[in-house]
Each structure stands twice: as C-alpha cells, then as structure tokens.
C-alpha cells in the first residue's frame, strides 16, 4: 500500500476528498480492514454504494482496481487462472524433433502460457491494488470455495507451477446484495460491513457533494422528503443513487423549491413500482 | 477491568443471545481492539461489530448487549464496586450536576437543571425539541431519569417501568401535538399538506430520539446498579428469526415484517437454484459437442440438460382467529412472496365459516394490502366467531374439495384448538386420499400439542406429517422440503 491509514479520521476524510461520504461505520471497517490486511464483504440493499467504496479506496490510496464481476456459472478459468491452450498447441507443433519431452513439458507449464484472471492477477501484481469481487453472492456455494484460499492466505495455487504468494496484500472488497446466505467459512475471513440507507444528515451531505449546483436549501428539502418516503411500507426503497438521479432532475428542470405538483410529477424518478409511486403521492398527500 | 475480561464476558453474552460468535472470530475481534482506542467508542464498537456480528439482522441485539458492556466504559462513567450502591448513586449524582451544568450551558445559559420545575422542564424540552438541538436533549433525558424515573439501587423492576414512568411524567404522547401547533403558529401562511407531513417526520424522529436517550440512560443507571452479567440477561430478546408468533409483541412484529422479504428473496433465490441444478437431466448433444471443441474435438466433457421438475399446486386453508392470526399471516406472506416457486397458489380462511382469498391477492401486486382485506373482508364467522376446524372443513370439503387433484399439496395452519366441536376429521382423511400431500403446520409448541381442547394428533393422524412452526426459523425450513 502505497500509505498507510494512521487513524480513522484520517480514513473518513480522505474519502470525503474523492468525493466520498463515509459515516463512522464505513470509515472505521475500511481502517481496520488495512490495518489488519482482512478483506470487507460488504452487504446491503442496492445502490447504497457497496461497490463505489472499492472504487472509492481505490482512488484514494491511488492502487489499480481490479474487478471480479460474479455470476452464476463463474469457474476457476475465470476467476483464477487458464492454461493458453492454443499457445500451449502451437509450441509443441513449432519444433517437434528438436526438444526431448521434459523440455517440451517444463516449457509449456511456465508463466508465458499462462493467462491471468482477476483473482491470480491481484496476488501477482507488484504495484498497489485493490481487488473489488462484486455481487458474491451470485456464484454457487461450490465455486466460494476458490476464494477461500485468496482471501485467508493471499495466495494461489497452481499445480503445475507451485505456490504464488501475494508480493504485497491488497485490499479485498466483496459485495452481496444478499439474494443468499453466503458460507460461514467466507463469512468467517471477513470483516463484515453492513451499509444502509443513510440518515437525513448524511445523505443531504452525499446530494449537495454529487451533485454540481444544487442549493442547501433544496438538498434539505430532497432528503427530508426521501426520509419520509423510505418510512412507507414499500417494495423497493428509494436507494442514494435513486436519491441523486432525482436531484439532479430537479435541476434540470430548474426547481428550486420542490412544491406538491412537483413532486408528484417526478416521484417515478425515486420509485419503479406503480403500487409505490400511489402509496408514497396518496402519503405525501400530493395528490389533490 | 482489564479489556480481556471484559472481552471474553461480552463474547458469552453475544453467544448466549444466540449470535454464532466462532473462535476466529473472536480472536479478529482482540486483534481489531489493538488497533482502535477504547476511548473512540463509536469506532470501537464498529470494530466489534465488524469481526463479531456477520448478519445485519443480528445488529441490534449486537447494540443492546455493547452497550451494557461497554457504555460505561466512557471517561465519563468510571464504575464503582456494585457493593457500594449509595456511594455511587451520591457520585452519579454529583456527575450528572457536572455534565447539566455543561448543557445549560449551551442552551439556555445559566441556573442548573436541578432547580426547575416540572414545567420549566417540559418547556424547555418542547424547545430543544423544536430546533433539535442534540445535547441539550441528552441533558434534559438524563435529568428526567433522575427526577421521574424513581430508581432506587436494588429493586427488581424492568428497564421498562421506569421508562414508562419517565415518559408520562414528561407528558410526551401530546408533544407531538404540541410541537405541530406551535410550529404552525409561528409560520406566517399556511403550510401546505406536504410541508406538514416533512415536519411531522422530523418532529416524530427528534422525540424517537429522545426517548432512546432516556431509555439509554436508564440502562445505563441500570448496569450500575445491577452489573452487566445481570442486566444483559434481563435485556436478552430473541433474534428476529427466532421469535415466536403467537407471543410477539407489535414491535418485534415489526422486526419479523422486516425479516420477512429478505428471507423470501433468498429462499426462492436458493429454491430456483436447486431446482436448476442436480445431475438427473438427459444429455445435452448440442452443448456436449460444442465444448469438444477446446478438447480437439473429443467429448471429453459430458453436458446436461438441467432438469426442470414440475412445480407444485398449493392450497393453504389457515385458520386465522385471534391466537393464531399472526402466524397464518406471516405463512401467507411467505407462501404468496415466493409464489413464482408454484404452479397455482389458492388460499382458505375459517374461523368458524370459510372463505376463499385467492382474488385478494390476484387483484393487488401490494401483499400487505391483500393480507389487510383478507382481515376484513373476507367472510369467516359461521354461528359465534370462535375456531370451529369441524365445520370449516365440512364447507372446504362441499365446495372445493372436488378441486383436490393429485398435484395438489394442502397446507393446513391452526393450532387444532376446536373448542370442543365434532372435529369432522374424515375430511381430511378424504383430502388425503385426493392429494398429492397434506400437511398440517401448528404454530404451538409441541408440548401444549393435544392439551385442553387442541386435537391435533386426531387431525395429524391422516396428513402426511405435522410440523410445529413457532418461528420465522422453522416455517422457513418447513417451506424449503415443500419445493
């Protein structure tokens, strides 16, 4: 790492300089987690900024980041490494007659064949990085299992060419959107950090930081009114990115005091479902 | 106390509620604590939580225990040997005029909390409220502790009484309405109803507030009096999944509404995946074939068609008179959340009448909404109100039993207490024969199982199997063997 957090505070004003809200929580999890060397999994509902943390770290401690997308059906040649089988081919079809075998074996099993994913590419890399694993909780128990030994140990193996340790620790983040339980053995490497919506304060904060122009007065106006809407008893909570994308309309629109007509005529920005939208303009009573 | 004793007495208290604390997990705990100052308390409990608690739903009954542990630990609250009760209520005293003397000072300016009286106070309250100023509320929270609650070291009363007791001495019920009405008079124009609304929120989330300071400063008067071993046991709750449903109280349903959809979403995340996966499904040529390619053209790597098995038809007939009513609601909720994991899903409700709710819940996307007609529309009562499962099960039979075909799988809820009817259970000996299963979920414990007038083992003697579903925990396991 290219320097070292000394304290808390430290951490939690440095993001906010790239642009980055972090509440005591958020900065003292991300503190610990270099301190310690431990990745985060970080849980929470969608478009709270789990994976704008990483990027976030990422930016601040100036390291590479690197992203390991999950999905259903993510294996080992995706995550961790792959034999170049083409090149592999190619070599042994090259010259035939002049190598014996065990030359032909030592070469194609070596570094030049062999084709980095994001997990062995973290451990390898000689510079600072950050390694973002998003939306783990997509791959399939079984495939955790890679994982484990990346996270615990900070290194791969590979049979055919040893053990590659991590020439320094990087920063590990896992995101879940929670869709399942994730294995205590993962569950038990990390540190855990559970990021919710944030309260009236701070997500005035996150709105007059994001977006460019905006007056106190109407980020005021905007979380408290996002406040009271997350009160309903809805099936989607209006998330923070949701919370922007409505600001920044407002601006478009040139608003600058939000009324009840506006509101009602923009609600569909902050909710998707039909039944909300109804529920939260009947609430708000900005439906007359 | 050294940190470590403290540690390891908090860790068996995290255990005991039920919280899977493993020995790595504490050992990442003591390691995270080298590196973060006790004295930082907010930073020094999110370190525990983060290498403590893995679940969020687990985080509140994280907080209360952290807090009995540790919220004494400030500078400010050095504790003194339990022994001597009088000395340190006298200390406590003297400190509490300290820290007064530090918020009146920011407030109001001038004369010491102590020597107003009980109007002064409610005005002055009324006021910090009014313009949120935090530690004058902390000021004022720790005064009426001191004034109302009537604590006296030593006698066994709950946290809860003498919360009550400081809350209605303060009048806070009507300060709400209060607030509003002085809000109101020193607008100029009229707000508009969406104005109204925001200020009520904010309002409603300042006395939320205070009355957590109170509450927090109960407590904490609490442990001081009584230790932390002692009071963390009385404060013990089940976690949100371990709740009962017959006993929970509005608060903790709340909590269990909460977990709910989280829970729903992974189980029919899980039930698809399962579904999807296993290895029975016939040979896929196609893809067989196509993966030969990276092996130079042998199938070295056999693929297979996921198999997709057929998915169930459910009928629920819940019993929904009072004791049990919250149970078949929440069964409903859960059965009709993950309802994409079924072909067809129609529900029954009796109390001593039964009616058909599958339209409540067709017509609205809204489940909430759906459960609340189900409540009040639907037409259940037959002679008296009270559970009648004989006749009940006599109408089911008349009308829908015809309906019973062999895909069907029927979900029977109730606790089986008839109040001495005919039980009629030849009709779910009949249902049995018909359906595909027949399940009966009793959300009593299974010891009071066949007690007084329940007759669940005549019932259960023609299902399939009766399950015993008290909580969040078991009816999700119940609902997984379902699918």
């Not at chain 1, 060419?161 to 320094?168: N, P, V, Y």
């Not at chain 2, 046991?233 to 509404?257: C, G, I, N």
Request: with cysteine; glycine share 6%.
């Amino acid at each position: 790492m290219s320097s070292d957090f000394v304290s808390v505070s430290q951490v939690r004003d440095g993001l906010k300089k790239v642009n980055y809200l972090a509440d005591e929580g958020i900065a003292g999890v991300v503190y610990l987690a270099q301190r310690l060397g431990k990745p985060v999994l970080i849980e929470g509902p969608a478009g709270t900024g789990k994976t704008q943390l990483a990027k976030s770290v990422a930016e601040l401690t100036g390291a590479r980041l690197i992203r390991l997308q999950c999905y259903e059906g993510l294996d080992e040649s995706k995550a961790l490494y792959e034999w170049n089988y083409k090149k592999q081919l190619l070599r042994i079809q090259a010259d035939k007659k002049s190598d014996s075998w065990s030359d032909v074996h030592d070469d194609i099993f070596s570094d030049e064949f062999l084709l980095t994913r994001p997990l062995l590419e973290a451990i390898s890399a000689p510079d600072p990085v950050v390694l973002l694993i998003d939306e783990v909780d997509r791959v399939e128990v079984e495939t955790e299992a890679l994982l484990l030994e990346v996270l615990s140990e900070y290194q791969v193996s590979i049979p055919e060419l040893g053990t590659i340790s991590a020439k320094q620790i990087p920063m590990v983040f896992l995101t879940s959107n929670n869709t399942r339980e994730l294995s205590e053995a993962l569950k038990r490497r990390c540190l855990f950090l559970h990021i919710d919506y944030p309260d009236m304060e701070r997500e005035k904060e996150i709105v007059l930081a994001k977006v460019p122009d905006i007056s106190v007065n109407l980020a005021d106006q905007i979380a408290r009114i996002v406040r009271s809407i997350r009160q309903l008893d809805l099936k989607k909570a209006p998330s923070v990115s949701e919370t922007l994308d409505w600001a920044r309309t407002l601006i478009l629109l040139g608003v600058d005091h939000i009324d009840a007509q506006q509101a009602k005529e923009t609600l569909h920005v902050l909710l998707k479902y039909q039944t909300d939208i109804a529920k939260a303009a009947k609430e708000l009573s900005v439906d007359e | 106390m050294p940190v470590i004793d403290l540690m390891s007495g908090f860790v068996a208290e995290l255990r005991r509620a039920g919280l899977p604390v493993s020995l790595t997990e504490n050992l990442d705990a003591m390691e995270a604590i080298k590196v973060i100052p006790i004295e930082d308390r907010d930073a020094f409990k999110y370190a525990l939580g983060a290498t403590l608690v893995k679940n969020s739903s687990h985080w509140r009954v994280f907080e209360t225990i952290f807090e009995v542990y540790f919220s004494l630990r400030g500078s400010q609250y050095n504790i003194v040997d339990p022994g001597e009760d009088q000395a340190d209520e006298f200390w406590r005293d003297e400190q509490d005029q300290a820290q007064q003397g530090q918020g009146e000072g920011r407030g109001a300016g001038g004369g010491g909390l102590e020597a107003l009286t009980p109007e002064e106070l409610a005005n002055m309250l009324m006021r910090a409220l009014m313009q949120g100023d935090q530690a004058m509320m902390r000021a004022l929270a720790r005064q009426s502790v001191a004034r109302f609650a009537g604590m006296e070291p030593g006698r066994p009363v709950g946290g809860t009484y003498y919360l009550y007791r400081t809350l209605r001495n303060l009048d806070l019920d009507n300060m709400l309405a209060k607030l509003l009405e002085a809000n109101k008079q020193s607008n100029q124009r009229e707000a508009t109803n969406l104005e109204q609304r925001l200020t009520k929120d904010e309002y409603e989330s300042r006395i939320e507030q205070f009355k957590k300071e109170v509450e927090a400063e109960i407590r904490r008067r609490l442990v001081a009096d009584r230790g932390a071993e002692a009071m963390a046991k009385t404060l013990r709750k089940p976690l949100p999944e371990d709740v009962e449903f017959m006993h929970a109280s509005r608060e903790e349903m709340q909590s269990l509404k909460k977990a709910l959809f989280p829970l729903t979403r992974k189980l029919a995340a899980r039930l698809a995946r399962k579904r999807r996966h296993g290895r029975k499904g016939p040979l896929d040529f196609r893809n067989t074939v196509r993966h030969s390619l990276s092996y130079g053209g042998v199938p070295a790597e056999p693929k297979f068609k996921y198999p997709r098995p057929a998915k169930p038809e459910l009928m629920v007939v819940a019993d929904i008179s009072g004791s049990v009513a919250a149970f078949a609601r929440f069964t409903l909720m859960l059965v009709y959340a993950i309802q994409s994991q079924f072909s067809k899903v129609r529900s029954f409700v009796f109390i001593d009448g039964l009616d058909e709710v599958t339209k409540y819940f067709k017509a609205t996307e809204d489940i909430q909404e759906a459960i609340h007609k189900v409540n009040t529309e639907a037409d259940v009562v037959w002679v008296d109100g009270h559970s009648d499962y004989g006749h009940a099960f006599e109408v089911f039979w008349e009308r829908y039993g015809k309906d019973i075909n062999p895909k069907t799988t029927v979900l029977l809820l109730g606790d089986a207490r008839n109040n001495y009817h005919a039980s009629q259970s030849w009709v779910v000996k009949e249902m049995r024969k018909r359906a595909r299963r027949v399940y009966w979920l009793n959300p009593e414990p299974r010891s009071y199982w066949n007690t007084g007038d329940s007759i669940v083992g005549e019932y259960g003697g023609h299902t399939d199997g009766v399950y015993e579903c008290r909580n969040l925990r078991q009816l999700e396991g119940f609902v997984e063997k379902l699918v």
